[in-house]
Structure formats: structure tokens, C-alpha cells
């Protein structure tokens, strides 16, 4: 089992940017490719990034491509999500995911294991 852990989230104004961190508790981590997915009130989720176990490959949800870039670190078991150009319509509770290799990034009923999520508010 993988125990994952958000950060970094937070309420800023439009335009600000921020950075979400997922730790995870497990240096199998590494072999994972991780999801950023997040969840307004009323919303389906939706995918925003996904990045592969080696970091070599990253995938964007259209409503983020160009304004977030997502990263990862093995050696500290951690993914960030670097947040630009932040829009009221971001607004949303952000959970990371982790799903074996192979499967549809974008998808999050492959992912296995989920955080508590972390709660992101922008402000017009």
C-alpha cells in the first residue's frame, strides 16, 4: 500500500501561482506514475497532470496545458505540481493518485492509491 500526502495548497488571487506537493511513503514510489486530479464542489473530477515513473513523459488536462507543469523527484518520493496563472476557475480540492505503468494517465478509476487532497482557492 501507498500512503500519499498533499500539500502546499492554499488561497491566493488570480493571476498567483502555487506549487502542490505529493509525498509518498513508499520508495516503491518510484515505479508509479503519479496523477494530480481535482474536484470542484458540485464537479465531476477532472484530470489536470499525470506524469510517468521516470518523469520522462507528462500529460496535461486542456484546461491546464500551458500554465502547469508537473515534476517529479524520486529520491524524495515526492510530485509537485507547479500552479501559474492561477483562475478562479481552479478553484477545486487537488488529489494526487498513483497507477502502475501502463495504463491511461488521464483516467482515474486506474488509479490505486489516493491522498486526502489538498484545497485550492482563487480569488478574482
Known amino acids: 500500500q501507498v500512503q500519499l500526502v498533499e500539500s502546499g495548497g492554499g488561497l491566493v488571487q488570480a493571476g498567483d501561482s502555487l506549487r502542490l506537493s505529493c509525498a509518498a511513503s513508499r520508495r516503491t514510489f518510484s515505479m508509479y506514475t503519479v496523477g494530480w486530479f481535482r474536484q470542484a464542489p458540485g464537479k465531476e473530477r477532472e484530470f489536470v497532470a499525470a506524469?510517468?515513473?521516470?518523469?520522462?513523459?507528462?500529460y496535461y488536462g486542456d484546461s491546464v496545458k500551458g500554465r502547469f507543469t508537473i515534476s517529479r523527484d524520486n529520491a524524495k518520493n515526492t510530485v509537485y505540481l507547479q500552479m501559474n496563472s492561477l483562475k478562479p476557475e481552479d478553484t477545486a480540492v487537488y488529489y494526487c493518485?498513483?497507477?502502475?505503468?501502463?495504463?491511461?494517465?488521464?483516467?482515474?478509476?486506474?488509479?490505486?492509491?489516493w491522498g486526502q487532497g489538498t484545497q485550492v482557492t482563487v480569488s478574482s
Open positions: 493518485a498513483v497507477a502502475l505503468p501502463g495504463r491511461a494517465p488521464s483516467i482515474a478509476t486506474v488509479y490505486d492509491y
Open positions: 506524469i510517468s515513473w521516470s518523469g520522462g513523459s507528462t
